[in-house]
């Protein structure tokens, strides 16, 4: 009991407030002890930030925005104090940021003959398998999904989890990953939640019958779990090694698109066109290169996909409902038909190295997509994703075993204000 009360007496609370260079507000930026992500918490509309936690005084805090450096501080800095004051912390840009990694250049003209293109790429793949290891490594990272629709955001969710990449299990050359979710919560506005909960329990579903209506706000309440299929699939986009092994020989799809301060960004372009035009894909892909030494810096993708449906798609009251729950309104869309989808993609990846081999830090990806229907209906949606390594294990990692994948996770619901 005594050594209860002394661990209780320790728990502080933690305050601030996060805004931009320009003093604006960053709402959805997530705090996070590094020892224990999942005391943390995010900002709400006005940047402001709260959470309690037993923390020593230098133990390290993580503030972070996609798009925008992480900062670390001391958990000091942000200790509630006598004087009430909020402290105020400003994010600066990523100076790596997605749609600016690539900055338009004239080519350089010897470089895009193919005979001296195929030279250059043999030379990044040599030292791409020289840096990237073959042995296994474990991540744990903290993943962050957040939505917006019209303008708005109205929810982030948040998980902290272990990865095992086994590249001796990897199939066609990719890597072998296993996902681990530990924790999750999902970060709501509280007027946005209320909001999503009467469009659940509203008017759009009462002519449902009882039992499909409970089948239903069951299944919206207990949906697949996303830490394997949004948390798991961001970390598995952008396999470089993999992807630049797949194009290397493709020469006539490949430019130097820019060379500046001993970096060179290699830029693959692919486009896929299929069912008369009525799919259309174009990747880019751009590897920033040290001018000397070969090593990949850093990679970005860049994908735009086009879908058109002729007759359009007449959707289930499932799939309405949860349309109507994305859009945020009253707006009935009962007789909605899916006609095209088109989306845009950008994904960037950071790297760290250690212990002579390169290893992930950082992924980011914003995806902007359009869901257009019958009547002029038209549903925006943008996802902005950040992933940040909190540690990585290079030594002794054995694999995951088959009930620590497959367990489900239990979602924490935090509203804030």
């Known amino acids: 009991m005594t050594k209860f009360l002394c661990i209780l ?92 990694t690539v900055v338009a250049a004239k080519p350089a003209k010897q470089r895009n003959k193919r005979k001296a293109m195929a030279a250059l790429l043999h030379a990044v793949y040599l030292k791409l398998e020289e840096e990237f290891p073959d042995n296994n490594s474990q991540y744990q990272i903290v993943s962050d999904v957040r939505m917006n629709s019209n303008g708005s955001a109205w929810g982030m969710e948040q998980m902290i989890a272990n990865i095992v990449v086994l590249p001796e299990q990897a199939k066609e050359g990719r890597d072998s990953v296993q996902f681990q979710g530990r924790y999750c919560k999902r970060f709501f506005d509280a007027q946005k939640r209320a909001q999503a909960d009467s469009i659940l ?114 959707l289930d009251k499932d799939q309405l409902q949860m349309l109507n729950l994305v859009n945020m309104n009253e707006q009935s869309i009962e007789k909605f038909r899916l006609k095209k989808l088109r989306a845009k993609v950008d994904l960037n990846t950071i790297y760290q190295r250690q212990d002579g081999h390169v290893y992930l830090q950082e992924k980011n990806m914003i995806m902007d997509a359009h869901i257009l229907g019958s009547k002029k209906v038209e549903i925006p949606i943008l996802i902005k994703a950040t992933q940040r390594v909190t540690g990585l294990q290079t030594m002794d990692v054995k694999p995951l075993k088959k009930n620590q994948i497959t367990r489900r996770l239990k979602r924490e619901i935090v509203e804030i204000y």
């Open 201 to 314: 329990a509203g008017e759009t579903i009462e002519r449902l019958e009882k039992g499909q209506k409970e089948k239903f706000i069951r299944k919206a309440a207990n949906a697949v779990d996303s830490g394997v299929v949004v948390h798991k699939a961001l970390f598995a986009l952008g396999n470089m090694r993999y992807d630049f092994e797949q194009s290397m020989g493709d020469t006539k799809h490949w430019k130097v698109s820019n060379e500046s301060e001993g970096e060179t960004v290699l830029t693959h372009t692919h486009k896929i066109s299929k069912y008369l035009g009525l799919f259309k894909m174009t990747f880019q892909r751009h590897y920033i290169v040290d001018s000397k030494t070969y090593a990949v810096r850093r990679f970005s993708e860049h994908a735009e996909v086009k879908v058109t449906i002729p007759f359009g798609i007449k």
């Open 9 to 100: 007496a320790l728990v502080a609370t933690y305050i601030g407030r996060v805004v931009d260079q320009k003093g604006e507000p960053i709402p959805y930026a997530t705090v996070y002890p590094e020892i224990a992500p999942e005391w943390g918490t995010a900002t709400n509309n006005d940047g402001v930030f709260r959470f309690e936690a037993n923390l020593t005084n230098d133990s390290r805090v993580i503030v972070s925005y996609i798009g925008y450096e992480k900062l670390t501080l001391t958990a000091n800095q942000i200790k509630e104090g006598q004087s009430g004051e909020i402290p105020l912390l400003t994010l600066r840009e990523q100076p790596i940021a997605l749609q600016e």
